[in-house]
């Protein structure tokens, strides 16, 4: 393991990096990244979004037999196929975990899945994950980890967990003005709302640990957003963090699941190139202006204004979402297909895809480099003489 001068992350009694690989669907973070990241010695994570898209005979299986029960039934296959083949890349070494949206219909069966297929951890957000202490009951030793953005989700889980006798066993804090995807907060216009400012919410969710007699060993607080340099890992660290969570720096590594192309549109983004808006989920997000996105948005006021489920154009034979903008006729909700359009961006199509990217710059600029490149310059400065 590489030696740092930070203390290591303590889950579930293994001693990691301090370094957490963001959770990137439709299948940018699959076995290759996750096993890559957790053979260092940190946390890598699964997308568990759609992943049969990975695997061109559960793919071939849909085609004959387009139905709900089929897609689903796929999705969790492929689930356990990549959760065994990150492991055999990771060799015994960190920990892997799997991202479960909570907006997600089917979201306990892939937590069930996971965690009969041995995955070490859960991650959860995209959603108050109240229940989550539930469908991991009769899996101890998997780890559960929600994603909130503030002090008062925070408080919300911790009160409601602790009825239930239970305790996170660490807390990932997504900053909405620099993370991409899906955004935790409710309008777009929130996302700069100083509350959601890192010192802020650790100081916060401090002072919480206090109120509710919790010892702040016990649930380590992981930063998420922006974090792209070694300078902003050793900040937040010595504010008290267990360790980071950073998502758009590995997509784009050698060992990332995605496209070239979809690493290369990443990279070579500029910040007048990467926009905020509102998801079919119904959540803000942020992506890279691609043409298929910059053609939506110019028609995203009027297809909101007409929105209507009678009249949805939703051909998905299955529900993917809890609610979405498209199929349900919601009006402040995104109106497309949030699976195709980011199904297409894994194949690496500019012209179709919805590429999914964190607001900042990349620590490498636009090359693309290896996972171990990337964690030993977060975590010490130091680059490859030649990146």
């Known amino acids: ?43 890598g994570t699964i997308a568990s979004i759609d992943l049969r898209r990975h695997h061109p005979d559960l793919m071939e299986e849909c085609r004959i037999e387009r139905t ?105 804090i997504e900053h909405p003005r620099y993370a991409g995807g899906h955004l935790g907060a409710p309008k777009p216009e929130d996302i700069t709302d100083p509350r959601f400012d890192f010192p802020g919410v650790l100081e916060g969710v401090f002072q919480l640990f206090k109120e509710l007699k919790i010892e702040s060993e016990r649930i380590p607080l992981i930063p998420a957003g922006g974090i792209n340099s070694y300078e902003k890992v050793k900040t937040l660290l010595g504010l008290g963090a267990g360790a980071v969570q950073v998502g758009t720096p590995f997509a784009v590594s050698e060992e990332g699941d995605a496209h070239p192309e979809f690493k290369r549109v990443l990279a070579e ?16 997000a942020r992506a890279v202006l691609t043409p298929w996105l910059k053609n939506y948005l110019k028609r995203e006021t ?27 006729g919601i009006p402040k909700a995104g109106q497309f297909c949030i699976d195709s359009q980011l199904a297409a961006a894994m194949r690496g199509d500019v012209n179709k895809g919805l590429f999914f990217r ?22 010490t400065g130091r680059k490859p003489l030649f990146a």
Not at 17 to 42: D, N, Y
Not at 88 to 105: L, P
Not at 303 to 328: N, P, V
Request: include cysteine; charge should be neutral.
């Open 302 to 328: 009027k297809l909101m204004s007409i929105a209507d489920a009678a009249r949805s154009s939703c051909a998905a034979a299955f529900d993917c979402l809890l609610q979405c903008g498209l199929r349900d």
């Open 358 to 379: 964190g607001s900042e710059s990349l620590p490498f600029g636009t090359a693309i480099r290896p996972v171990r490149e990337i964690i030993e310059y977060l975590l």
């Open 68 to 172: 709900k029960e089929k897609m689903d039934q796929a999705n969790l296959t492929a689930l356990d196929r990549e959760i065994k083949l990150a492991k055999e890349i990771a060799q015994g070494e960190g920990m892997i975990a799997v991202n479960v949206m909570k907006a997600v219909t089917e979201h306990p069966q892939l937590v069930q899945q996971a965690c009969a297929s041995g995955i070490d951890a859960i991650v959860m957000g995209a959603g108050l994950p109240l229940d989550l202490p539930e469908m991991g009951k009769d899996y101890p030793n998997v780890a559960l980890i929600p994603i909130l953005s503030d002090v008062r989700g925070i408080s919300v889980i911790l009160k409601k967990w602790m009825r239930k006798n239970a305790l996170p066993d660490a807390i990932v």
């Open 1 to 43: 393991m590489l030696q740092i001068e930070f203390p290591l992350l303590k889950i579930k009694g293994k001693s990691l990096l301090p370094i957490v690989q963001g959770g990137m669907g439709v299948g940018i973070s699959a076995h290759k990244l996750a096993g890559a990241v957790a053979k260092e010695g940190g946390v």
């Open 269 to 284: 983004a500029r910040p007048e190139d990467i926009v905020t808006f509102m998801s079919a989920a119904g959540l803000p």
